[in-house]
């Protein structure tokens, strides 16, 4: 066990979005390595078998565990994220809201459409449609985290809103449309599951030693019933209460999130990674990524249809109703966000899996188009937001310029300036 020090440092740091990104990175590059340069071995530890069957089905392949288990503790960290968002973030105000909710929905609409059309033929495959839908919040802000030193804070802010209900939206999709079978005994002993979780909380119930069992219990059921059991974890994210009462320093919500996002970010997002990513990449499946109906409209989802989805409908909703983009931001910075946004690598390759459960093979390919378009979004958004913030940068120069060294910036000075001499200075962008 690592010393006290060390472990808050390794903490620490494990909550912030450009660690959390570089490891999912990591884990992704692994699993492509392990793959392809020892294939077999690959396949043998992704479909060993752990865990009971009795009284519930729970003996998974790690495969499933990695997609059922580790996701889950994503998705709980995701829905208090969407409940501070609602609470004391951009969704708390509807008119501060308006825009990335639009954008957000837009953001799914239009990918789905572009693969269906690309699909509408005798050779594709129109189960895949929700595929090209989802954001990645961890690799997305990884990004913005790399690239951005003079960029508006604001911009962080919608696309963490836009993240936040785009997730929500994909654990909707994946509840109604990726579920089959249901246990309605079973649903029903989670839903009450998770009203006693609500209740105990609400009561101010303290102690992980009785809501961590209580919560693998209700999560236990819900995988039982048939419906996905991420669907478990946003419903528990989302009943912890992220106000602040009293003398409080931090809400429960938000002290249960600094703790449990290290084991997200650290462990759970990663290890899928690991284990959803390992894909065999060879010429033939990158030529088949571009030239068969199914990978192509993946990555046309991704890369066109985020990007066209996010900005179009931000901006008709700008242009036709009372909601203005923040005044911080540029319709630019709207636009490398929007292409940023097609970075669609944790959720995508989980429903992937869920899309082609009985077609491993079109499941592969599905997951080669993933991270073939994923990369295009990264690569071409890292350019787009390069060029703005080298212009907030210059703005930013330009404003604090002082070349006769008196400590007193240029702006503040001289008789020829566009505002009163003491008066405040705009920032122009």
Avoid at 20 to 44: K, M, Q
Avoid at 290 to 316: D, N, S, Y
């Amino acid at each position: 066990m690592l010393p006290l020090p060390e472990r808050r440092f390794l903490a620490a740091a494990l909550r912030t979005e450009t660690v959390g990104g570089i490891l999912l990175l990591l884990a992704a590059i692994a699993a492509l390595i392990w793959a392809n340069v020892w294939p077999h071995a690959y396949e043998s530890v992704l479909h060993h078998t752990v865990g009971p069957s009795v009284p519930l089905h729970l003996n998974l392949t790690l495969e499933a565990w990695a997609n059922d288990g580790l996701l889950t503790i994503f998705f709980f960290v995701a829905g208090i994220e969407l409940k501070r968002e609602f609470v004391a973030g951009e969704l708390r105000s509807p008119s501060a809201a308006v825009l990335p909710v639009v954008a957000a929905v837009c953001g799914v609409a239009l990918p789905a459409i572009v693969y269906a059309v690309a699909n509408s033929g005798s050779g594709g495959h129109p189960g895949g449609w929700a595929i090209p839908t989802a954001t990645d919040i961890a690799f997305a802000l990884g990004v913005l985290a790399v690239v951005s030193s003079h960029l508006p804070s604001a911009l962080r802010a919608f696309l963490l809103t836009l993240a936040v209900v785009d997730d929500l939206i994909a654990i909707l999709i994946i509840a109604v449309f990726y579920s089959s079978g249901i246990k309605f005994w079973a649903l029903g002993l989670s839903l009450a599951g998770l009203v006693l979780f609500w209740f105990l909380h609400r009561r101010g119930v303290h102690g992980w030693y009785l809501f961590v069992p209580l919560a693998v219990v209700i999560w236990a059921l819900m995988h039982e019933s048939g419906v996905h059991p991420t669907v478990a974890g946003v419903a528990m994210g989302l009943m912890l209460r992220c106000h602040r009462e009293g003398d409080e320093k931090e809400s429960p919500g938000e002290h249960i999130e600094h703790l449990v996002r290290p084991l997200s970010a650290g462990v759970a997002v990663p290890v899928f990674a690991l284990f959803a990513a390992g894909v065999t990449i060879s010429p033939s499946a990158i030529k088949d990524v571009f030239t068969q109906a199914m990978p192509l409209g993946i990555v046309l989802g991704l890369l066109v249809g985020k990007t066209v989805g996010i900005f179009g409908g931000t901006w008709l909703a700008a242009r036709f109703t009372r909601a203005e983009l923040n005044p911080q931001l540029k319709w630019a910075d709207l636009f490398a966000l929007s292409t940023l946004a097609g970075i669609g690598f944790t959720v995508s390759l989980l429903i992937s899996d869920l899309a082609f459960t009985d077609h491993p093979e079109l499941a592969d390919r599905a997951k080669a188009a993933v991270l073939i378009g994923s990369v295009l979004c990264a690569v071409v958004a890292t350019v787009l937001l390069k060029l703005r913030n080298r212009h907030y940068r210059q703005l930013w120069e330009e404003e604090e310029l002082d070349s006769d060294g008196d400590g007193i910036p240029d702006v503040y000075q001289g008789d020829a300036l566009p505002w009163p001499r003491h008066g405040p200075i705009e920032r122009h962008a």
